[in-house]
């Protein structure tokens, strides 16, 4: 069964350092999205992306972070400039080509730790 | 605003028992509703969706249950088995359909 990657599985970084976190979407999915998840809380959304822009976006995801598709299978997160609060899961999700309600498939996410 | 929310954190069962676990949403406009399980160190697992114009879903030993009036959400598994033992989420469309919205999660742990 087809399924969403994530690298890599564990990041651990500087602050202020950037870091870039990378996703392959479901083959011929068209909508990805990445979401956050605090140790021992709920998952959060930042931000959802189609037709290589971003479609939403959460106030969690403010100027320090940026999306990517820089090719026809990676889908990246980039954080420009980390903080300590930075430190989560991180998840990339991907969706089906319509727009009619289908679930999101789920990568097994990046654990970012921030020093 | 927009939230969702579940009941009780923790559920504990016996294998072989069912099990219930509930979610009340806010947003009255929702259409589409999915639960996810997640095991430790894993990304949320589809289960099993239902919208807006069902009342009731069931799939392989779950069924999700809607019910409009009150906003509230269930998901009943059946002949609970410790590979049951995950958190599990409810999670709702957001009205522009661009994004899902959690809830806090139930913690279900099934003892053999």
């Known amino acids: 069964e087809p399924e969403v990657t994530q690298t890599p599985s564990h990041q651990v970084t500087q602050m202020g350092q950037e870091v870039i976190l990378r996703c392959v979407p479901i083959s011929n999915h068209l909508y990805f999205y990445w979401y956050r998840q605090i140790l021992g809380q709920k998952v959060e959304f930042l931000v959802s992306f189609y037709n290589n822009e971003i479609s939403e976006k959460s106030e969690i995801f403010d100027d320090q972070f940026s999306v990517e598709r820089p090719d026809g299978s990676n889908f990246t997160l980039k954080i420009r400039s980390t903080k300590l609060e930075d430190s989560a899961m991180y998840f990339c999700?991907?969706?089906?080509?319509?727009?009619?309600?289908?679930?999101?498939?789920f990568g097994d996410g990046t654990r970012l730790s921030i020093l | 605003g927009e939230s969702v929310g579940l009941h009780l954190p923790t559920l504990s069962v016996q294998e072989g028992d069912n099990s219930i676990i509930n979610c009340a949403y806010s947003n009255s406009a929702s259409d589409y509703f999915i639960w996810y399980k997640q095991e430790s160190g894993k990304g949320p697992q589809f289960i099993i969706d239902?919208?807006?114009?069902?009342d009731k879903r069931q799939g392989q030993r779950v069924t999700v249950l809607l019910n409009k009036t009150v906003k509230h959400l269930s998901l009943q598994i059946a002949a609970t088995q410790p590979g049951d033992s995950a958190v599990y989420f409810c999670?709702?469309?957001?009205?522009?359909?661009?994004?899902?919205?959690f809830g806090k999660g139930t913690t279900l742990s099934v003892s053999s």
């Open positions: 239902i919208r807006s114009n069902m």
């Open positions: 999700a991907s969706k089906g080509q319509t727009i009619s309600n289908q679930p999101q498939h």
């Open positions: 999670a709702e469309l957001n009205q522009a359909g661009t994004a899902l919205i």
